[in-house]
């Protein structure tokens, strides 16, 4: 069964630095990884997808990068900004065994404070 | 383009009441996720849609059933509600047919159980 784990739980760090989030699963098997941002209470915005087949993937001041041989997946956010404070979940999609499903972290709470 | 619809977007019901919730997806999606989501937990797939027919499932309790229809909208029936089914529940959904199956995700409803 697939284990998607988050590291760190919780972060909270002053406006302009650059920051990694951990994201790590069991079975490497997996289709793709998709990065989401939830603000509290709210729903999930996807930020980023990697293929399988991919290395990473960017998207403004956000980079997604894939060792699926390893089981792990950062994201990188350059520069916080206060508006960045928000959980952000991993998801792992499996491959092959007819199951579309993702697995989801338990998500890095994020505090950037000013 | 508009995003993946919910309704209601609260919902307050008793013990042992039931209670529908709406999904609509994105235009031309032809698959839908729910999933359910307790304070401060990751989301938890209940079950899954494909052009219709259920495709997955996954911890949906014997008291909930859900269902798609003709226009691709699902609803989520929950009966005999318990307190522990206070949570936000999220719909998704993703185009099968595309090969990177991403999933956009509603902005969930609330549901209180008192």
């Known amino acids: 069964k697939q284990e998607v784990t988050q590291i760190p739980a919780a972060l909270s760090v002053p406006e302009g630095e650059n920051l990694v989030l951990n994201c790590s699963f069991t079975d490497s098997a997996i289709y793709n990884l998709q990065w989401f941002r939830q603000d509290p209470g709210k729903g999930l915005t996807s930020l980023l997808l990697i293929q399988s087949s991919q290395r990473e993937q960017t998207s403004g001041r956000l980079n997604a990068s894939l060792d699926k041989s390893s089981g792990r997946s950062t994201l990188y956010i350059a520069a916080s900004q206060p508006g960045d404070s928000a959980t952000y979940l991993c998801a792992v999609r499996p491959l092959g065994g007819g199951s579309y499903i993702p697995t989801f972290g338990r998500g890095t709470s994020l505090i950037v404070h000013p | ?114």
């Open chain 2, 1 to 114: 383009a508009a995003g993946v619809i919910q309704s209601p977007r609260h919902l307050i019901k008793e013990k042992r009441e039931t209670a529908t919730l709406k999904c609509y997806p994105i235009s031309r999606h032809d698959t839908v996720y729910w999933y359910q989501q307790g304070p401060g937990q990751d989301p938890q797939f209940l079950i899954s849609f494909y052009e219709k027919m259920q495709s997955d499932k996954g911890s949906i309790p014997d008291r909930f059933s859900a269902q798609q229809f003709s226009d691709y909208h699902s609803e989520l029936n929950m009966s005999s509600l318990e307190l522990g089914d206070s949570a936000l529940y999220f719909c998704a959904s993703s185009l099968r047919g595309w090969e990177d199956y991403e999933q956009y995700f509603g902005p969930g409803t609330r549901l209180t159980v008192t």
